[in-house]
């Protein structure tokens, strides 16, 4: 039992290094960043060494102050996500699936689809003010281009013969869209989210930096302002965090639903 | 016996304008109940588009197709295709694909449970059931696909050279497991090829097809003594005077194409 014990442990250890080996470049850069630091060689104001954003780090999430602007930004970015993929999956699949819908959407998606949507901010806080909704709102809108432009792709694509085959066998011109056309095309739609999830963390966070009102954007603006650079590298750090998690997140979700491609 | 396909004055156009092409011009043609019939013409004389036609998938531009005197009017589950890249759905099952005729006609759960084993032990495939397409190779698939569509119970059977992509082993043992379906179960047999061996093996009659715009060349009875084995029959003396009939009448399209 001893030996099997030791045999996992080493085998845990080997892992370790292997892990180690593949990130090595990362580990070198912090481990300069916090020399460079520690010696002054850049000013503080501009980089501090990163045990102190770290501390700073820690110090934000335990008095809550980290998590609930963490809260805020991620309730923006995920309710406006929301509705993005509700309206955009339901006008890229009709499009692609109606003349009369895509007649009038395409030239929308036309335009829509390349506008640097950050640009818009100030219209929305002329528009909707600077509160969650008007947030909210605008990565509603942000995000719906890139759902509806792959819903739309890869509805189309949708290969002919699927459809033959669910109609020969009794499937109803209704009941197609669940059938098959959604199934199908479920992998572009997917794709779709996956592109649009980190647009709607850009679009939080600057809408935050820009109007304030709490929020990691809010947080590391106020740090610059403050010049308090700790929480401007902190805040950065759980945007990077919110980021990843959420991307592998999907992934686990996408390798889940599509487990058959 | 039901499954009879009755055509007369097809004609498929595709296109308009500049990009107008006739498919099929003016053909008549029928199918009886219970027969096995192959199609052959040079490809691109509209073998795939008549088959489609049949189906339901396409309408015709003039002319009429009815199963059993009725005109057709769309898909419908009295006709069944086998197609040749198979067009399974990858989402589902081996088990899931078979059933889903089944489903969309209401059928409960375990009588589907029995109906799907029983096709899916006709085409050689248990042990298969959980598989996904992805995991098949280009014969199961196609096993798979003739499964599906044996299932629901068409009375008519359209295949669009499903055996076309396979090796020549494979192709005959389907070809020969074909035939065991099709006499066991009584049903009318369209079939696409553009091997003749393959049309006058497996075929009551051969409907040759001019080329392009395609319609009826000639038909050719091929009237087998189909009791002894593959090997018997296919170095017969009848099998190749057949064969030669066949493929002397396709060859004339495909060389008046190429002096052309
Ligand atoms: N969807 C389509 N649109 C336009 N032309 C088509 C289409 N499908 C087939 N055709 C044309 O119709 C003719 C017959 O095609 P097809 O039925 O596929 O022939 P085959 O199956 O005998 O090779 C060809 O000239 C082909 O180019
Ligand atoms: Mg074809």
Partial sequence: M??????SRGLDLSRLVEFGKSVYSLVILLVLW?????????HYYFLPPLSDILIRFAELTLSGEMLFNAYLTLQRALIGLAIASVLGVIVGVLSARNDIVDWFFDPIIKIGYPVPIISLIPVFMLWFGIGDISKIIMVAVGTFWPVAVNARESTRQVETN?????????TSDRRLLWRVVMPAALPGILTGFQIAMPLSLIITFVFEMVAGGGGLGALEIQGVRSFE??????????????????????RFVRGRLLHWT | MDGRVTISGLEKVYGQGAERTKAIEDLNFEVDGG???????????????LLYLIAGFLDATEGTISVDGDPINGPGTDRGVVFQDYALFPWRTVYENVTYGLEEDGVPKDERQNIAQKYIDMVDLDGFEDKYPKELSGGMKQRVGIARTLAYEPKI???????GALDQPLRESLQDQLLDIWSDLGKTALFITHDVEEAVYLSERVLIMTRHPGTKKTVAEIDLDRSGSREEIVTSDDFAHFKNDVWKSLHEETQTEVTL
Avoid: H, N
């Fill in chain 1, 34 to 42: 916090e020399v460079v630091g520690q010696l002054g060689l850049i």
């Fill in chain 2, 35 to 49: 027969e096995f019939v192959s199609v052959v013409g040079p490809s691109g004389c509209g073998k795939s588009t």
């Fill in chain 2, 157 to 163: 059977l359209l295949m669009d050279e499903p055996f």
């Fill in chain 1, 229 to 250: 650079s700790a929480q401007v590298y902190a805040a950065i750090i759980a945007i990077m965090l919110i980021g990843i998690g959420l991307d592998r997140i999907l």
């Fill in chain 1, 2 to 7: 001893d030996v099997t014990a030791d045999a």
């Fill in chain 1, 162 to 170: 699927l459809i033959w085959s669910a109609q020969m066998m009794g």
